[in-house]
């Protein structure tokens, strides 16, 4: 699974979210703290997001950041499993 | 809890995981694919990394991306907290 892009992944995750939340795109990003031509690039996966801006989008939505992450399991796994 | 560094957060738990496992910084930056000396700045809180480094941590780890963050319900309250 290493073609998937983690950065579209992301991206389509915080757009779930925050459409489920019911903030339009600028509203959320006035949240968030973060400029709105910003925040459309990581909803477009257009974006290496840096791991404070993870946060402050995790706590824009109110959520623990790990909650971004559930089901992530896909881009986990590494190609060099150690021997067990 | 602002006053909390993520990033500091973030390199504790990268270092008490690496070590959990029994990796070497060495042996861990190498398996990561990232410069050792880049991964010391990582573990010591001093870099900003990226969703996509992240995900190689988590995979160097063999763990799902959310697990690094389990925890983490500190740093996602928002001081903006909407009307409910």
Redesign the interface.
């Known amino acids: 699974m290493d073609q998937l892009d983690?950065?579209v992944l992301?991206g389509a995750r915080v757009r779930h979210l925050r459409k489920e939340q019911g903030f339009s795109q600028e509203d959320f990003a006035h949240?968030v703290g973060l400029d709105r031509s910003y925040m459309g690039g990581v909803e477009r996966g257009e974006r290496?997001?840096?791991?404070?801006n993870?946060?402050l989008i995790?706590?824009?939505l109110?959520?623990?950041?790990?909650?971004?992450?559930?089901?992530?399991?896909d881009?986990?796994?590494?190609e060099?499993?150690?021997e067990e």
């Open positions: 983690v950065k992301f949240r290496n997001i840096s791991l404070e993870i946060c995790a706590r824009a109110n959520l623990p950041v790990s909650q971004i992450f559930i089901g992530w399991t881009v986990a796994p590494p060099n499993t150690p």
